[in-house]
């Protein structure tokens, strides 16, 4: 909603991924390249681990993520060509008749950007000491750090002993640029609140999730459009 502190504007420019065509202007075949997302019991698995004393959680953004992503196809010799649908933010172009831009980095829609971002990021984590979690795909583990982090599309969480506090995301921000870290707070679109309570005399540690600002945002919207 207007006012709330995670309100934010965003915009992109979308490659038409269902009207990409080759040399022979026939529709182009792509292999199958699927980006391995993080399954939400790696998700909930960090979370717990992160509800641990001493472990506190934290989430960051990867800024821009796909753009920082080469398109494999070059290296392999396959150029991509985009037509530029004309638009006021394009007017630099309006004295060509059908402008077109060579593809160097992934962008959204293109049918292998997701597979390139995942190829990508796998690359750049083990090169600062990061193994894979067997079979929990997008999921890392840094023996020395004792740092956990899963990784859905350019969104990453993070555990980590306090004594590393800030030397994980120092570790990932060597090769992927990232936005802004802090406490969890919201991620994925719901917002995670830290709280302790006592059961049966003990003291605990737990996580709540609540979707109130999205669904607020969600009637907020609704109302804006029904008039």
């Not at 398109?71 to 991509?80: C, F, H, P």
């Not at 090169?127 to 020395?144: A, F, K, M, R």
């Not at 609140?193 to 996580?207: A, C, L, M, P």
């Amino acid at each position: 909603p207007k006012g709330h502190p995670e309100q934010r504007f965003k915009g992109r420019l979308v490659f038409q991924g269902n009207e990409v065509r080759d040399q022979n202007s026939k529709y182009a075949l792509f292999e199958d390249a699927t980006s391995s997302l993080a399954a939400i019991e790696a998700v909930k698995s960090v979370i717990a681990y992160g509800s641990l004393p001493g472990n506190p959680l934290s989430a960051g953004d990867g800024e821009e993520a796909f753009i920082q992503t080469p398109l494999r196809n070059l290296k392999r010799g396959v150029k991509t060509w985009a037509r530029l649908e004309m638009s006021p933010l394009l007017a630099q172009f309006h004295h060509y008749s059908d402008p077109v831009t060579p593809v160097y980095k992934v962008i959204y829609g293109h049918p292998q950007s997701p597979g390139d971002w995942d190829h990508h990021l796998a690359g750049c984590v083990k090169l600062s000491g990061w193994g894979d979690v067997h079979n929990w795909p997008s999921l890392y583990w840094h023996p020395q750090l004792r740092l956990l982090p899963p990784v859905f599309a350019g969104d990453f969480l993070q555990v980590r002993p306090t004594v590393h506090q800030d030397s994980g995301w120092a570790s990932i921000s060597k090769h992927i640029k990232l936005g802004k870290t802090g406490p969890i707070g919201t991620y994925l679109g719901c917002q995670h609140e830290d709280f302790k309570d006592t059961v049966d005399g003990v003291s605990v540690r737990g996580i709540r999730y609540t979707m109130k600002p999205f669904m607020e945002s969600c009637v907020h919207a609704y109302r804006a459009a029904a008039g």
